[in-house]
């Protein structure tokens, strides 16, 4: 059973702090690599993607794989009450030319005024 | 920009009753997915269809049927509920490649009794 690990939560940081997610796979010919945020009751909308080795920004955002250690991380940079949200790993076991995503369970994180 | 319709947003069936759950995406992509989501447990892939005519089992397909009914549709059948059905169910669809992004319907809370 291919497995996407994310670290127990629940996360809590204080506004304006660093948040850093973790998430391992046990797959080492999977490709592609994305975090996922849901709010509660909502459904999961892409924030990051992310495809070969090092770091990858955007805004606040930096995703960093280590395809080596197999794990990609998620960074929130100067971190907002509206961040707080599950965040879910997910990575691509693509058979072929298809897309195929396994989830981790998730971490909830919050973000204490 | 509708992207993933689903179709209900909320259920309740009787144990051993059925239901069809609806589906359609207005991006043009090729493939389409149905997880479910349970606390603790993450998202679990049911089915997916790589492309048209073609659909496949994933992680959990017991109890459940698809239908591909064209490159928009997809659909989902409960043949006789069961409370262990009882989960948030969300469609996904993405376009074709391992870096292709999941796009999330909003979501059908189904319970079964």
């Known amino acids: 059973q291919k497995e996407v690990e994310q670290n127990s939560g629940p996360l809590s940081v204080p506004e304006g702090a660093i948040a850093s997610l973790n998430c391992t796979y046990s797959?080492?010919?999977?490709?592609?690599f994305f975090w996922y945020r849901q709010y509660s009751g909502k459904s999961p909308e892409l924030i990051m993607s992310?495809?070969?080795?090092g770091d990858k920004e955007d805004g606040r955002f930096t995703a960093q794989l280590n395809k080596a250690s197999q794990y990609v991380s998620l960074l929130i940079r100067d971190s907002q009450p509206s961040d707080s949200a599950t965040y879910l790993c997910?990575?691509?076991?693509?058979?072929?030319?298809?897309?195929?995503?396994?989830f981790g369970k998730g971490i909830t994180l919050s973000v204490r005024p | 920009n509708a992207g993933v319709t689903q179709t209900p947003k909320f259920q309740v069936l009787k144990t051993g009753q059925s239901m069809t759950l609806q589906c359609a995406q207005d991006?043009?992509?090729?493939?389409m997915y149905w997880y479910r989501q349970d606390p603790g447990m993450g998202l679990r892939l049911i089915y997916y269809?790589?492309?048209?005519?073609?659909?496949d089992k994933g992680e959990v397909p017991n109890g459940y049927n698809v239908s591909r009914l064209n490159k928009r549709e997809f659909s989902l059948r409960l043949e006789s509920a069961a409370p262990s059905q009882t989960s948030v169910y969300f469609c996904?669809?993405?376009?074709?490649?391992?870096?292709?992004?999941?796009?999330f319907g909003n979501g059908t809370r189904l319970t079964v009794t």
């Open positions: 797959d080492r010919g999977s490709q592609s």
């Open positions: 992310i495809y070969s080795n």
């Open positions: 991006m043009n992509h090729n493939s």
């Open positions: 997910a990575v691509n076991q693509a058979s072929g030319a298809n897309s195929k995503l396994t």
């Open positions: 996904a669809s993405s376009s074709q490649g391992p870096n292709s992004p999941l796009h």
């Open positions: 269809s790589a492309s048209e005519g073609t659909t």
